[in-house]
């Protein structure tokens, strides 16, 4: 995901200039010479400076060239999808964990994540099996985060 | 052990299918047979939090099950007080509600109103106060009232909490009481009460209508006086304020207040059983002792009365957005 | 001197020691898990005062609150994923000694300094609580302005990337903050009509995505780093020992800055750790090391942040006025156990008070030995495969953020963060400057807003107060004087003295 300056500062003029127009549509309110309009167009307008001013490359100089790792061996495209694995499973969790319960949604998660990044079977499934459990415990019983328990009830 | 913690329709629907494979599918004998969830909409820590702590905790030892209390916090209250609209009416998912369930409807910002409940008590009113730096020239609330009516539009600053919040609407609520416009004396947002008390004190405001707890350590500590209640009769634990009426003859009165609820259609059996728990948890000892030291106000209303309360107070508090130019046309 | 003795008595009641025992270690683990802050920590014990005495309910929310403002520097040092808000603004710093071998060395120095901020500013609540409460109620919502915007400019300071791109990534949390309507107006802004996003996008699980989710992601495009060298470390108080010495100027600045903002109601620990590493960075003679793993930031940061845990007692206990979150939630507690707030508890139970005292003294002495054992274990992870770590934390990002507010919507806030975070971070965006835009983006618009309302739209008086003024004169000061530097660079014929001088 690594974008040219040109292509970030474009990003900010346009998304500045959004927020500075969605900003004026605001409503004024009532006894406030200075409404909620105010800010989101200071900060809009601010954003497509900064926008501009990055598209153009001013200001480049002062950046320290980051010693990057080449990006994986494997195709750039593949590696944008695995990008994209912790926000889905993120979002997994979203979906499932009322219905399938805690301990089975954490479990699909951790295993999926430690095999996508290599763990061999023998450290995966035990990972997946204790992590949960643990997790469960400190959240439910320490700190009584309600968390759903779905289709495979804990006995504690 | 239920699943039932998830916002929104689709969230309810979902629990539905989860529960039954949870629990036991035996016939429930008697209500409770099961822990009770009992839902906050405000973050912990906070007042209504702490009120719905030692309820659940005297409903605990009532009933002999749990009663988890969780915050279901965001969207300014509404995601919490949705959670309770809309959890399955089967007694185990409850909640306290607060007055703002009567505000956020006529802003627009929520469906919901004090119509998809059943209320089942009221447990606390706090009346709006008036507060003024020590310093000031105002001997009572009648001074107070007659500089704001000699004062031009906009003149005069008061604060206590966000544009729209309870304290805004008392204010307005009380200036058109007086005959004056709504806006005849400026709102000035704060970010709650504490910040409106600190900047009364250090000189930046002429008034406060945030509640009598809530300025309560400035009132100690001599930095602000307290000038009248907008109250039907004093408060037990500041029985040396005067209510608005006593001293001005101009008769308002609002508060912010917290009662207990649960979605539209709870059964008659869990409504038979929490009622009179209910009853019995606000005039117990512990309940008293926690009100007092807290110096939250002490007003109960069993569910026939909170349900009048609630509509008496949807409609004053439409009033006042309305002349305040908050609610939505 | 009878009122001393009974404090010492109150303290060594039985419940007391167990009572600060188990929220210090309580306070370790909760800070140290992504996604639990240090007000979270504190919200959660509140149920468990209920059932204490009065003493010891308020010596487990004043332990754990210390503990967990520690803990938070542990995962992001080791992980480069900041455990509370105040951990952000020197996590990269931390976690680039790390890279060295210094994993030790760097959580040591927030240990030791964490511990002396502490007692510092408890020493300051002592000796000065009642001109502290006198200044911060000096402040009105000018000065606050001012001093949020003094914030802000923090941004360009802590990063090593273009002023641009911070400042560019500053407003859009600025722009993240004016989510809600949590604004001087009460207007929902851009909600989209998403009930969830009227209270606004929550620190915690925008944190949490930006570093923690991010750090994920990053782990999976990119190859597993060479193992980190295991270097022989002695004892770690020893190597702390000669960064006091080395570093006795940042570690005063520090601990000063710290309860000045800590006093301030409003601002609090984050501000504070931000301001303090900016401040270090600016006035060190070695700035260019700032961000490659150097320790003098951590040493005023970390006495900075702790110190303001400490002061923020002060306008609570004389006013009843919450410095931070944190001390908000402490004012219930206080009220529920009959210690009303107010000058009176100064005079009246000032045993108690001393006992409170003794309390927060304590609480960063044990804070020390329990510390180094929570770092020896917490070191543990470096050696662990990254297919073992990385799991456990993405589910522990997804717990921590939803038991913010109990609500599924704040895990959905941490996924789009994690992308959001990934982005920027590749691209040069410093990922912490957004985090303090939305940090600060509130305090700004709420202070700026509301003064205006009360001027009727003057601008006079936000220079006129004295306070103000230096506070104005001092932003317009910052301000201007990387833009002269520039000019007289570019035009005065470069005369200027190379950026390293000789010491």
């Known amino acids: 995901m690594q974008l040219s300056d040109r292509v ?75 990008a994209l694995i912790p926000p889905a499973l993120l979002l997994f969790y979203v979906l499932a964990a009322d219905r399938l319960g805690f301990l089975p949604t954490a479990a699909v998660i951790v295993l999926v994540m430690a095999l996508a990044l290599g763990a061999r079977l023998r450290l995966a499934v035990p990972l997946a099996v204790v992590a949960p459990v643990l997790i469960h415990l400190a959240f439910y019983k320490l700190l009584r985060v309600p968390l759903p328990a779905g289709l495979l009830p804990v006995p504690w | 052990m239920n699943g039932i913690s998830r916002r929104g329709v689709l969230g309810s629907a979902a629990a539905l299918a989860a529960t039954p494979l949870a629990r036991p599918a035996l016939a429930q004998p008697r209500w409770p047979s099961r822990p009770v969830q009992m839902i906050c909409p405000w973050a912990a820590g906070g007042g209504t939090d702490a009120v719905l702590r030692i309820i659940a905790a005297l409903l605990e030892k009532e009933f002999g099950q749990p009663f988890n209390v969780v915050n279901r916090t965001g969207g300014s209250g509404v995601v919490g007080h ?35 409940y059943t209320p089942l008590a009221l447990m606390n009113n706090d009346p709006p106060g008036i507060h003024v730096n020590a310093s000031a020239p105002y001997k009572d609330v009648k001074a107070l009232a007659d500089a704001i009516k000699a004062s031009r539009p906009g003149q005069l600053k008061a604060s206590g909490t966000g544009q729209g919040g309870s304290w805004h609407l008392a204010l307005a609520g009380w200036l058109v009481a007086m005959g004056l416009k709504a806006d005849h004396v400026r ?13 009364l004190a250090a000189g930046g405001l002429d008034f406060t209508t945030c509640s009598v707890p809530e300025a309560r350590a400035m009132l100690d500590a001599g930095r602000t006086r307290t000038l009248a209640i907008m109250a039907p009769e004093r408060l037990s ?45 606000f005039q117990s000892q512990e309940y008293k002792d926690f009100l007092n030291a807290r110096g939250f106000g002490m007003v109960y209303a069993d569910a026939a009365g909170f349900a009048r309360y609630m509509e008496q107070a949807d409609k004053s508090l439409g009033d006042a957005m309305k002349a305040a130019g908050l609610a939505k046309a | 001197m009878t009122e001393m003795l009974e404090a010492f008595r109150l303290v060594a009641a039985p419940d007391v020691p167990i ?36 003493i010891a309910a308020v010596a487990t929310i004043i332990t754990a609150s210390a503990m967990a403002i520690f803990s938070g520097d542990i995962p992001g040092c080791l992980l480069r994923i900041p455990g509370t808000p105040a951990s952000a603004a020197y996590t990269n710093e931390a976690y680039a000694m790390t890279r060295k071998g210094q994993a030790e060395l760097a959580l040591g120095a927030g240990l030791w300094f964490s511990a002396i901020g502490g007692i510092v500013g408890t020493l300051s609540l002592v000796l000065m609580a009642p001109l502290l409460a006198e200044m911060a109620l000096s402040f009105s ?225 044990i804070m020390i030995p329990l510390g180094i054992g929570m770092i020896r ?115 005065g014929g470069g005369r200027l003295p190379a950026a390293e001088t000789p010491r």
């Open chain 2, 82 to 116: 949705a959670a309770i609209a809309q959890a399955q009416p089967d007694g185990y998912t409850l909640g306290i509600i607060t007055s703002e369930i009567c505000m956020l409807h006529w802003q627009g910002l929520t469906e919901i109103t004090y119509r998809n």
């Open chain 2, 187 to 199: 709102w000035v947002p704060s970010n709650g009460a504490a910040p409106a008390m600190q900047d």
């Open chain 3, 19 to 54: 009572a600060i025992l188990a929220s210090a270690i309580y306070g370790l683990v909760v800070g140290s898990l992504p996604g639990l802050s240090a007000t979270m920590a504190t919200a959660l014990l509140v149920p468990v005062t209920f059932y204490l005495s009065p």
């Open chain 3, 141 to 365: 919502t000018f000065e606050y302005f001012w001093l949020a915007f003094l914030g802000l400019m923090c941004a360009t300071l802590v990063a090593r990337s273009s002023p641009i791109k911070a400042i560019a990534a500053m407003l859009l949390g600025l722009l993240i903050a004016c989510i809600g309507m949590e604004n001087p107006a009460g207007t929902p802004r851009f909600t989209f009509g998403i009930p969830d996003l009227l209270g606004g996008v929550e620190i915690i699980p925008a944190l949490v995505g930006a570093f923690a989710v991010s750090e994920v992601i990053r782990a999976m495009v990119t190859p597993e780093p060479p193992p980190i060298p295991r270097r022989k470390f002695g004892s770690i108080l020893a190597g702390q020992w000669q960064l006091t010495k080395k570093y006795q100027l940042p570690m005063w600045r520090g601990n000063l800055i710290g309860i000045i903002i800590g006093v301030l109601p409003g601002a609090g620990a984050d501000m504070a750790a931000w301001v303090s590493y900016a401040m270090a960075k600016k006035f060190s003679k070695e700035q260019e090391k700032f961000g490659t793993g150097h320790p003098e930031g951590l040493v005023e940061a970390g006495a900075s942040n702790n110190a303001s845990l400490a002061s923020g007692w002060v306008p609570a206990l004389l006013f009843g006025i919450p410095g931070d979150t944190i001390t908000a939630i402490a004012i219930g507690v206080l009220y529920m156990k009959g210690l009303n707030p107010g000058p009176t508890l100064f005079t009246e139970r000032a045993d108690s008070m001393y006992a409170l005292y003794i309390i927060f003294i304590l609480a960063n002495i």
């Open chain 2, 237 to 281: 634990v500041f029985p040396n304020i005067p209510t608005l009426k006593e001293v001005t003859g101009v008769d308002y009165q609002t508060g912010s207040w917290r009662g207990i609820a649960g979605p539209a259609g709870l059964p008659a059996e869990v409504k038979a059983a929490i009622e009179p728990a209910l009853g019995k948890v």
């Open chain 1, 8 to 82: 970030t500062g474009a990003v900010l003029v346009v998304l500045g200039g959004v927020a500075a127009y969605a900003g004026s549509r605001l409503p004024a309110v009532p006894g406030q010479d200075v409404g909620p309009a105010a800010f989101p167009m200071l900060i809009g307008i601010g954003l497509v400076i900064c926008g501009v001013l990055i598209a153009l490359g001013i200001g480049r100089s002062f950046e320290v060239a980051e010693a990057e790792a080449p990006a994986g061996q494997g195709s750039r495209r593949l590696a944008g999808l695995r």
């Open chain 3, 377 to 491: 274990v917490a070191t543990l992870v470096l050696r662990a495969p990254r297919s073992a770590v990385m799991p456990v934390i993405l589910l522990l990002c997804a717990v921590g953020s939803f038991a913010t507010g109990n609500n599924l919507f704040a895990v959905i806030l941490v996924a789009l963060f994690g992308c959001l975070g990934f982005v920027m971070e590749r691209n040069g965006y410093p990922v912490a400057a957004m985090v303090l835009g939305i940090v600060m983006g509130a305090m700004v618009e709420q202070n700026f807003i509301t003064s205006l309302i009360k001027s009727d739209g003057d601008v006079m008086p936000f220079i006129e107060r004295p306070v103000s003024g230096v506070l104005a004169a001092m932003t317009f000061g910052a301000l201007l004087w990387p833009a002269g530097v520039w000019v007289w660079r570019r035009f």
